[in-house]
């Protein structure tokens, strides 16, 4: 990685890229401490410190510590990830929107210009809700107006607005991946603050043996989640192709051999999304209104708040794991869900049998699709497996040893995939220019 860094500031070009890319995070942390007109900070702080669920902790982690510190950046691109995602289940529900993706660029260009309208509009809503509520709280500091209210409407939204143009132009200008890049920076300024809390916990004041003991197991459980997500982001199950010879004018043509790559880990993060957010945005809702009772509703929060998972050391609250394994058993469903709308194993079996290739021992068309199903399944499961296993262990983590981070699981798994696409994309891009050039000469 740092080889391709140091080739990559040889060219001029992709250096150029480089350095914007560099110049917008920067952009990025500066707003983030940039404060919400009107909003006393150390009110809110004071009520996120009182929180003892984990979703908004899940949340803090994704803005980069803005949501904590409110600032004008403190929704972040989560309008941004959820339009996106709601934009790919339409396009499966409503057939105009399929249409717009099967015409080639021109008709992601709209797909992308929707998205942009609905992200605004989803910030829109959440930034209303967020101040609206947080008002009728008494959060925010007293006097808090409508007039206020509206100016926190209007900086939240604006703040979300701009930080998905800084991803568009990274996406455009630097090195690509511009949403996941923000995200990303994002998640990485939240882990200073996390190893010092872990430093503080089992370092700090510890004997020099029991402090060394325990920073190895800290560097070795890290490590080890590192190496897991690079094994599942890099394993891929590859289907042999064979091409029949056909005559084409005086020339014989095919006959060569490929293969059709299928990723084990074929949906990405978004299971452990898709899981976490359905699991959390009933505790998040319950927290305005819960005032911490033994009710029924109260109850059933505990299940789904990660906070009481594998709490071993108080018996009351060992019967609250079951809500992992609910949480597992959505992470492997939305696998095969996202899996599904995706990737068209009868579209690809009719493909192959245009272009004159078959699967070796497997009739071309419907019995071709079967089959690439069939092995779809298998690696799905195991791939959706793989990360709920890594999606939890943060929570086990937590649950035994009570040290809360933010690194763990769901974050781990996007910075280590998006590293390693853009390093892959920063290859390519050199590669290209290598073509060009040897091309020019």
């Known amino acids: 990685m740092f080889a391709t860094l140091k080739n990559a500031f040889k060219i001029k070009e992709i250096r150029a890229k480089l350095l914007f890319t560099f110049a917008m995070l920067i952009v990025i942390r500066l707003g983030s401490q940039l404060p919400v007109p009107g909003v006393n900070r150390d009110f809110f702080s004071d009520w996120f ?33 959820t339009s996106s995602i709601i934009m790919q289940l339409l396009t499966i529900a409503i057939p105009k929107l399929e249409e717009m993706q099967k015409e080639g660029a021109e008709g992601r260009k709209k797909i992308a210009s929707i998205t942009r309208y609905v992200t605004v509009g989803l910030a829109l809503v959440e930034s209303a809700a967020m101040a609206i509520g947080f008002r009728n709280q008494n959060i925010m500091q007293p006097g808090f107006t409508w007039i206020d209210v509206m100016a926190v409407i209007v900086a939240l939204t604006a703040g979300s607005a701009f930080l998905m143009w800084i991803g568009e132009r990274i996406t455009e200008k630097g090195v690509g991946n511009g949403i996941s890049v923000v995200l990303v920076i994002n998640i990485i300024s939240s882990i200073p603050m996390d190893i010092t809390s872990l430093f503080d916990q089992f370092i700090r004041n510890k004997t020099v043996l029991s402090g060394v003991i325990n920073g190895a197991i800290i560097l070795a459980i890290i490590l080890g989640m590192i190496v897991l997500v690079v094994l599942l982001n890099s394993g891929i199950r590859r289907i042999p192709v064979q091409y029949a010879k056909r005559v084409q004018g005086r020339k014989m043509v095919g006959g060569q051999t490929s293969s059709i790559p299928l990723k084990v880990n074929t949906s990405g993060v978004i299971p452990i999304i898709f899981a976490s957010s359905l699991m959390q945005f009933p505790v998040v809702i319950s927290s305005f209104f819960s005032q911490g009772g033994t009710g029924v509703w109260d109850t059933i929060m505990k299940y789904m708040n990660s906070q009481y998972w594998f709490r071993l050391t108080t ?6 794991t079951i809500g992992m394994l609910v949480y597992m058993l959505l992470v492997v469903f939305f696998a095969y869900f996202y899996t599904a709308i995706t990737f068209n194993p009868l579209e690809i079996s009719e493909n192959l049998k245009k272009q004159g290739g078959f699967i070796p021992g497997i009739r071309p068309g419907k019995p071709t699709s079967e089959y690439m199903t069939a092995i779809l399944n298998k690696i799905v499961l195991i791939g959706a497996s793989f990360l709920a296993f890594i999606g939890v262990l943060p929570f086990i983590f ?21 590293i390693l696409d853009t390093m892959k994309q920063i290859e390519s891009q050199m590669l290209v220019r290598n073509y060009k050039g040897f091309l020019n000469d």
Do not use: E, M
């Open 49 to 81: 410190a009182a929180q003892t669920g984990d979703a908004f902790n899940f949340f803090n982690a994704f803005t980069g510590g803005s949501f904590l510190s409110f600032s004008i950046l403190a929704l972040n691109i989560t309008p941004y990830i």
């Open 315 to 320: 018996p009351g609250d060992r019967i609250y």
């Open 398 to 418: 937590n649950g035994i040893f009570n040290a809360s981070i933010s690194f763990g699981g769901t974050s781990l798994i996007i910075i280590v995939s998006v």
